[in-house]
C-alpha cells in the first residue's frame, strides 16, 4: 500500500495539462503467483465520475473477454465528447440563449444579501473555521425525499431540495428587505443538447 501511494503520487506529478498529458497508467507487478495491480490517474479536465464507471466497466469487461480467449469487443460511444461540447458552444451562442441574457443579468443584480447577512472577513471566514453539523434523518423522510415528492410533482431530488431551501429561508428574506437571493447549483451536466444523443458511455467532464 505504501508503494501505491508513492506511485500515485508521481503519477499525479506526471500529468501536466498544459502539455496535453491528462492520463497515465501504472501497472504493479507483484510478483510470480500474486495478482498484479493497474494504477489508473487522470486529470479532472478530462473524467468525471460517471467516466470512471464506464472506463472501469469497460476494463472488467474487456479483461472477462480476453480471459476466455475472445475478442475484447466493447458497447460502442453513440456521442462523443467533443460532438457534444461543439453542440453547447453552438447553444451558447444561439439567438434563444442569448434572448435570456437579460433576464438572468437581471436576476444577479436584484439578488439580497448573503445568506444571514454578516461581512465576510479574510481572517476569520477561512477553511480550517468550517463547522460542519451532521443531522441524522428518519428513513421516513428520505424515503419520502428519494422517491413520493419528487414523483409527485414530477420533478427531481434537486428540485424538491430547493424548494424546502427557498421556505426555508422565506422569513429571513422578508425581514431583510428582498425577495430574491442566489442559489450556485453544480450538477452533473450530462444533459443530451440533440436528438440521438446518447450521453451513457461518454467519458468526459460535463459538470456544469
Known amino acids: 500500500d505504501v508503494l501505491v501511494g508513492v506511485e500515485a503520487e508521481a503519477a499525479v506529478a506526471r500529468l501536466d495539462p498544459s502539455a496535453g498529458v491528462m492520463f497515465d497508467a501504472v501497472w504493479l507487478d507483484e510478483g510470480p503467483g500474486h495478482t498484479g495491480r493497474l494504477l489508473l490517474v487522470a486529470n479532472h479536465l478530462v473524467m468525471d465520475t460517471v467516466s470512471w464507471r464506464v472506463v472501469l466497466g469497460d476494463l472488467a469487461s474487456a479483461f472477462g473477454e480476453l480471459s476466455a480467449g475472445r475478442d475484447a469487443g466493447l458497447e460502442p460511444v453513440v456521442t462523443s465528447f467533443r460532438h457534444w461540447a461543439r453542440g453547447l458552444a453552438a447553444q451558447a451562442g444561439s439567438a434563444g440563449r442569448l ?11 436584484g439578488a439580497g444579501r448573503v445568506l444571514g447577512g454578516l461581512v465576510l472577513d479574510p481572517v476569520r471566514d477561512v477553511e480550517s473555521s468550517v463547522r460542519r ?18 414523483a409527485a410533482f414530477h ?18 428574506e422578508v425581514a431583510g428587505g428582498s425577495s430574491v437571493f442566489v442559489v450556485d447549483v453544480e450538477g452533473h451536466g ?13 467519458v468526459g467532464w460535463f459538470t456544469g
Open 99 to 109: 434572448g435570456e441574457l437579460a433576464a438572468w443579468r437581471g436576476l444577479w443584480e
Open 133 to 150: 453539523v451532521s443531522v441524522r434523518v428518519p428513513v421516513g423522510v428520505t424515503a419520502g425525499l428519494l422517491g413520493g415528492v419528487p
Open 155 to 172: 420533478a427531481g431530488v434537486e428540485d424538491v431540495l430547493l424548494a424546502g431551501l427557498v421556505g426555508a429561508v422565506a422569513g429571513w
Open 190 to 202: 450530462r444533459v443530451p443538447l440533440g436528438e440521438g444523443d446518447d450521453l451513457s458511455r461518454t
